[in-house]
């Protein structure tokens, strides 16, 4: 049981490390689409700051998350995980208070949410075991 767990953890880390990396992209050579799949409209005055600020921070935490979890290093991948909880919540807060927002933009910052809690605590609590 434990060795599904720290499998699934682990590649649930993974892809969703890379998948940040390659949002964070497509926000810098795709502002538009990237917007309007996140769940805002995008500017038409051609203003990106708002999709470069997310897609550098969105690059950056997966990032944080490959390099933790390639290096090994458990807890504090469960600590960055635990307290990154936090962009994936401001993201559904933003996109729900958009006018017309779509039921269906949120569901993937309610999985990012359940991901960065469930494996933040999973390795907290067993940050000295996995290493085993």
Not at 20 to 40: E, H, K, N, V, W
Not at 51 to 78: M, N, S, T
Request: aromatic share 16%.
């Amino acid at each position: 049981m434990k060795s599904i767990l720290k499998q699934t953890a682990f590649y649930c880390c993974l892809l969703s490390g890379l998948g940040l990396l390659f949002i964070g992209l497509r926000f810098f050579f795709d502002p538009i689409a990237a917007s309007t799949d996140y769940g805002i409209k995008p500017q038409l005055n051609m203003d990106f700051s708002f999709e470069y600020i997310k897609g550098i921070r969105d690059f950056f935490f997966g990032l944080i998350i490959l390099v933790l979890l390639l290096k090994k290093q458990w807890q504090a991948l469960g600590w960055v995980l635990l307290t990154g909880v936090i962009i994936p919540l401001a993201d559904f807060s933003i996109v729900i208070s958009q006018p017309e927002y779509v039921i269906g933009h949120t569901i993937a910052h309610l999985i990012a949410i359940v991901i960065c809690f469930a494996c933040g605590i999973y390795y907290l609590k067993n940050h000295k075991t996995i290493s085993q």
